[in-house]
């Protein structure tokens, strides 16, 4: 099994509409990530979490809010879809000092909005 | 605004010679980098991290810091071609928030 799962993989919906995306892990880290890819722009951070009590938003949140329901779930919601937000969506995790900042990424879900 | 710097590429190399990727970096307070490789459509899985001036030799990579010049780089010895890939460099500050840059892709072709 997978150690950072993204559910859906693949998402198609329609201007205006609400959708989750979903992000569990079973590393036993404290941090987790939510990140967009567009080509050409890299990875962008939309929101973080140190713990299930720290929220942070990252460089391009608006259109986006987050939910820490536990240590190891971490979802992402766009409240009324755009089609600006069309992107490979990737969530991860990672510890806390030296090497084990490395980040664990899940499989990504690509979402296109129409 | 901390910003990581990488030239998009493509980088093309023939089999079997050194691909040289490059990242600057604007915070000088950053202290860790790592380097990820991202195959099309695939998820960044993390090949390289170096925290001290330097190299850090892994196999066929080689990372290099040089905190004065706010510069870190990727050396890839006897490049294969499974290893065309996009490659992120990824520096950490006192935040401990990731900044990525937007990748180097790198063609080895036979």
């Known amino acids: 099994d997978a150690d950072v799962t993204q559910t859906p993989r693949n998402r198609i919906t329609k201007t205006g509409k609400r959708i989750m995306l979903e992000c569990s892990q079973t590393?036993?880290?404290?941090?987790m990530y939510w990140y967009r890819q567009d080509p050409g722009l890299g990875l962008r951070l939309i929101y973080y979490?140190?713990?299930?009590?720290?929220?942070n938003k990252g460089e391009i949140s608006d259109g986006y809010s987050v939910s820490r329901q536990a240590q190891a779930k971490f979802s992402l919601s766009l409240e009324s879809a755009i089609p600006n937000q069309t992107a490979l969506y990737f969530c991860?995790?990672?510890?806390?000092?030296?090497?084990?900042?490395?980040?664990?990424f899940g499989s990504g879900t690509q979402l296109s909005v129409l | 605004q901390k910003e990581v710097e990488q030239n998009s590429g493509p980088l093309s190399v023939p089999e079997g010679a050194i691909a040289s990727l490059n990242c600057t970096y604007s915070?000088?307070?950053?202290?860790?980098f790592f380097w990820y490789r991202q195959y099309s459509g695939k998820s960044p899985e993390l090949i390289m991290f170096?925290?001290?001036?330097g190299d850090k030799e892994d196999g066929r990579f080689t990372a290099q810091l040089n905190k004065a010049s706010q510069y870190v780089s990727l050396l890839i010895r006897d490049s294969q071609p499974s290893d065309s890939a996009t490659y992120l460099c990824?520096?950490?500050?006192?935040?401990?928030?990731?900044?990525f840059g937007r990748g180097t892709s790198l063609i080895v072709h036979p």
């Open positions: 991860a995790t990672s510890g806390k000092t030296g090497v084990e900042e490395k980040l664990f």
């Open positions: 590393k036993g880290h404290d941090r």
């Open positions: 979490s140190f713990d299930v009590k720290d929220i």
């Open positions: 915070d000088r307070g950053s202290q860790s």
């Open positions: 170096i925290y001290s001036n």
């Open positions: 990824a520096v950490t500050g006192g935040s401990y928030i990731p900044t």
